[in-house]
């Protein structure tokens, strides 16, 4: 151990006792990268083994028109803006009906908080997929999207905000929602929000959006957009929130927790921060290693291939990442600098790159059961149950 200020939390982490943000910290700004990893991987491997998961999941962004304008975000358009597009019913259809096609377990939807579009257009919207693709998992709409949802159906938000965002979810389920994706949460530092993303909800709300989900018996992810205007401490802060959380879930019993922490490094290029240098490959690697080391109630930490790239992940698996994402995949919102925004793998490609990290390729659903697979045709494993709960 290069670092000796590593050895007291090594023993905490060695005996499974709780770090401190203290803790967090420390392992947030050592230099010795190589216990830091040590660590992350053995709680990586104490949880799942030599296990890695991938998915077979298709991305639809069915609007860029956004009534907010976040600093870190080019996806977003105004009404009339170069680019800007909206779904009709049918090409949602389309979309849920490629998503069939190419074996896709789960269709993971969000878009921007659309001036217009009424809230009969989003429980259509799933209806519609329901119906076209049955079998497909609906993960969709963040945090942020809910509340907008709760508003435009013309819930009582002001009033009774967690009644209105329950009622919210008790329609989008009626209508095929599955779960919830991690989107929206950014940093959770009230500073960071005014000058990142003024005007979105604030951490409180997007906690109480997923606690709302999880009493629903959702199961939700949670993110962390890191490596813009935010502090140390501020991703530190973040984490200890999400894990607050997740013991409120699990002291209470709620069917619904939180599956995964996917840390996301900001991309400046093409947002308003682009003067910034965004996060290096290192920062990259110690940030998965410090979520799973510090999000110890989280079965599981997902290393997005997408926006860390498929060899940044292969080598985040040894460094506390269990899971890379999917093979097929339609992104706007994340696009990854100098590539084409249409990201597409096959599964021969992540298994191999599983595989040749040292791991044993494992596919899972949206809600980490195993899937057996022939083909574009698939079904959960017949032992599989949630696979593990941290
Ligand atoms: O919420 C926006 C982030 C998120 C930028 O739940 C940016 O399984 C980097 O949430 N640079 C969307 N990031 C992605 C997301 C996600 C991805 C994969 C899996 C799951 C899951 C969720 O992307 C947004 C925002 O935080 N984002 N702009 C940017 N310039």
New binding site residues.
């Given amino acids: 151990m290069q670092d000796p200020a590593l050895a007291p939390i090594a023993e905490k982490v060695y005996a499974g006792t709780r770090l401190s943000a203290e803790d967090g910290m420390v392992l947030l700004q050592t230099r010795d990268l190589h216990t830091l990893g040590e660590l992350a991987n053995f709680v990586r491997r104490s949880l799942h083994g030599d296990t890695a998961y991938y998915n077979v999941n298709r991305h639809m962004n069915y609007s860029n028109l956004c009534i907010l304008s976040c600093k ?4 977003h358009r105004k009404p009339g803006q170069d680019g800007a597009y909206e779904y009709s019913l049918d090409d949602i259809r389309k979309q849920a009906q490629t998503a069939v096609d190419s074996g896709a377990t789960e269709m ?1 939807i ?1 878009g921007g908080l659309h001036p217009k579009l009424p809230f009969s257009y989003y429980t259509d919207m799933l209806s519609a997929i329901r119906e076209t693709a049955p079998q497909v998992h609906i ?1 969709a709409f ?1 945090a942020v999207e809910i509340v907008h949802l709760a508003r435009i159906s013309k819930r009582a938000v002001r009033k009774d905000f967690a009644g209105a965002v329950r009622a919210v979810f008790e329609d989008l389920i009626e209508a095929g929602l599955g779960s919830m ?6 940093v959770f530092d009230d500073r960071v929000h005014d000058e990142a993303f003024r005007g979105k909800i604030r951490s409180d709300e997007w906690l109480t959006v997923h606690r709302t989900a999880h009493e629903l018996g959702l199961f939700t ?1 949670a ?1 962390m ?1 890191y490596g813009h205007v935010e502090s140390l401490e501020d991703r530190i802060h973040h984490l200890c929130m999400l894990r607050e959380e997740q013991d409120h879930a699990i002291e209470n019993n709620f069917k619904g927790r939180f599956q ?1 922490i ?1 840390p ?5 290029d093409g ?1 308003e921060l682009q003067h910034l240098p965004g996060p290096s490959g290192v920062d990259n690697l110690r940030m998965i290693a410090v979520a799973r080391l510090m999000l110890d109630n989280f079965p599981h930490v ?1 290393a ?1 291939w ?2 860390q790239t498929l060899p940044m992940a292969q080598v985040m698996l040894d460094h506390g990442a269990d899971d890379i ?1 999917g093979t097929v995949v339609w992104y706007d ?2 696009k990854v600098e100098g590539t084409d925004t249409h990201q597409e793998v096959t599964v021969s490609d992540l298994k191999r790159a599983i595989h040749e990290a040292g791991y044993t390729p494992v596919e899972r659903d949206t809600l980490y059961r195993h899937v057996e697979r022939d083909g574009a045709m698939w079904k959960v494993a017949e032992d599989a149950g949630q696979a593990v709960t941290a």
């Fill in positions: 870190f975000c080019e996806f993971h969000v993960k963040t994706p991690g989107g929206g949460a950014e992810n993110t957009l995964t996917i996301l490094p900001f991309f400046p947002s997902k997005f997408i926006m994402d919102i994340t």
